[in-house]
């Protein structure tokens, strides 16, 4: 304990750098209160509210259960189930697909025109979503719309614009989406084509690979990454939908388009039942959790950096 | 050998043609927006794609009659804050984790990653709320926060990864020379993931421009709407005239086009180069 002119300096620079090393939690503080005000506490409230008793903003009764209850004996919700499923069903490998085609097109067998359809595939991603929505209600659009005009070409013809038929709504929205978002995929698969080692590939064009087989068994192995970030943007993507469905339809006909995003729009803001809103917000969160969770367990690490492997 | 030529060349052209047709199918939905717009009220009803003679007349009528640069400015403002302030936080956390590997940061990124997948859906209604009480509602504020808080988990994502790819010895060099954590931060680790910042600005930039639930939501007086909630109401307005509606729907969705095909390059490059993983 005695404390010699040495020791003084030790604990002198033993404290500057615990000093040095808090300064350091600064790089953090930022981005986690703003993450703690915006995402985190809006988080703690909806659960919360879910239990409560919502006519206005301050909590009522405990009601424990009873707003998940509510939620799951509505018909609308399992309508809204089926319409979500159905939506990551069809956009995700569809956009996949097609985005992949071109991709392979585009990166190897373009020189002069690739930065060309790269770009213009991409255009309908940054167009504006209600601009998008808007142009399609037009195009679905009886008598005047081009896009039933166009179908009579191939002797398709519609009683009514799709959008109109519960049947049908849907269907007529998932394309919408399709439409916009295919050009991600192909960027996406662009990304991960330009990354392929040539070698990889002149090798395998030596052994007689070629055509269709090079692509199933040498070049899809390999573009798994991109795959995955595609299916979980995809699901993110479907969790997220709302501009489309809330201009185009607003869940209608007779409900028969509702998505989660216009179903909680309906509950929260329109009927003002604060309590069913958060219940369904909860309902939503946990999907979000659960998938993302399945996907971190089956496909691996979502954005996993020291996956360098390119072989399959 | 010759013959070879001749085929691979045919190849070529018939793969060029293929994707130039469907490119132009593909494209249909925008060529009819800007036809549409330029038309008169007698030809707005005509089901084909383009319709002679043009007419330039909605756009003028569209903007004499709207303070459309009002809603260009709000938006401009929101995403160009929204932008910078995810750029700075999420590389200043990005950079804590991934170079000073501070004890006790992974748990806070693995929390943060567990949002990734946060839907705005879930997260509007207590918005709204808390916004509301913190009297921000109709504010430029009561926007970019939220998406700031929105924006930050990819953008981090995408920065950790570069900042681990980047060579770990000019970090070591700098520190030895006696830089401070900010400084090695600030001359060494931003300008190595250049491309990486550029990607998540672009990114962010085209998400926020673009996002449409929480502005609906929050932005509920006229002048200080942002560009995507306005279409929604001149559909209504312009009911019996979409040519004007269209000329607004183009107003729109070209500066954003525009801006697009000026930085695609970049925004190519940072992809390619690993901005997303897999």
Known sequence: MNSTPLDMNVSYVRKRSILRQFGRYLFLVPATVIFMVFIAYPIAWVVTNSTFDGESVALGNFVGLQHYLTVITDPVFWVVMRNMFLWAAITIPVQMLIGGVIAYYVEFYTERWRTFFRTLFFIPVVTSVSVVSLIWIQIYAPYYGIGQEYLKLFGIELANSPLGDPQYTIFALIVVNIWQWTGFSMLMYIAGLSNLPREILDAARVDGAKGLRMAVSIIIPMLSSSTKSLLMLGIIGTLQTFPVVFLMTNGGPNRASEIFGTYIFKQSFVIGDLGVGAALSVIVLLIAFILSVLQIVYLGGQFDSDNKRNTP | ?278
């Not at chain 2, 990653?113 to 859906?121: E, S």
């Not at chain 2, 970090?171 to 600030?186: L, M, R, S, T």
């Not at chain 2, 001359?187 to 421009?209: D, E, G, K, S, Y």
């Not at chain 2, 209504?236 to 107003?251: D, E, K």
């Open chain 2, 1 to 278: 050998m010759k013959q070879w030529l001749n085929k691979e060349n045919r190849k070529s052209i018939v793969i060029h043609a293929v994707l130039l047709v469907l490119l132009m199918i593909w494209m249909i939905p925008e060529i009819y927006m800007f036809t549409m717009a330029l038309r008169t009220p007698a030809q707005v009803f005509d089901p084909s794609l383009f319709v002679w003679p043009i007419t330039w007349d909605n756009f003028v009528t569209v903007i004499i009659d709207n303070p459309l640069h009002v809603f260009f400015i709000n938006s401009i403002i929101v995403t160009v804050m929204t932008v910078l302030a995810v750029i700075v936080l999420s590389s200043l956390f990005a950079f804590a984790i991934s170079v000073l590997k501070l004890p006790g940061s992974l748990v806070l990124y693995a929390i943060l990653l567990t949002t990734l997948m946060v839907p705005i859906a879930s997260l509007v209604l207590p918005l709204a709320i808390l916004l509301k009480n913190f009297d921000w509602v109709n504010r430029y504020l009561g926007l970019i926060l939220p998406y700031i808080a929105l924006g930050v988990p990819f953008s981090v994502v995408v920065l950790k990864a570069f900042f681990e790819d980047s060579p770990k010895e000019l970090f070591d060099a700098a520190k030895v020379d006696g830089c401070n954590a900010f400084q090695v931060y600030w001359h060494i680790a931003l300008p190595m993931v250049r491309p990486a910042l550029v990607f998540v600005a672009i990114w962010q930039f085209i998400v926020t421009w673009n996002e449409f639930f929480l502005a609906l939501v929050i932005m509920t007086e006229s002048e200080m709407k942002t560009l995507t909630i306005i279409p929604m109401q001149y559909s209504g307005f312009y009911m019996a005239n979409p040519g004007a509606l269209f000329a607004i729907l183009a107003i729109i969705a070209i500066p954003l086009i525009f801006l697009y095909v000026l930085v695609q390059k970049a925004f190519v490059r940072g992809l390619t180069a690993g901005a997303v993983k897999g």
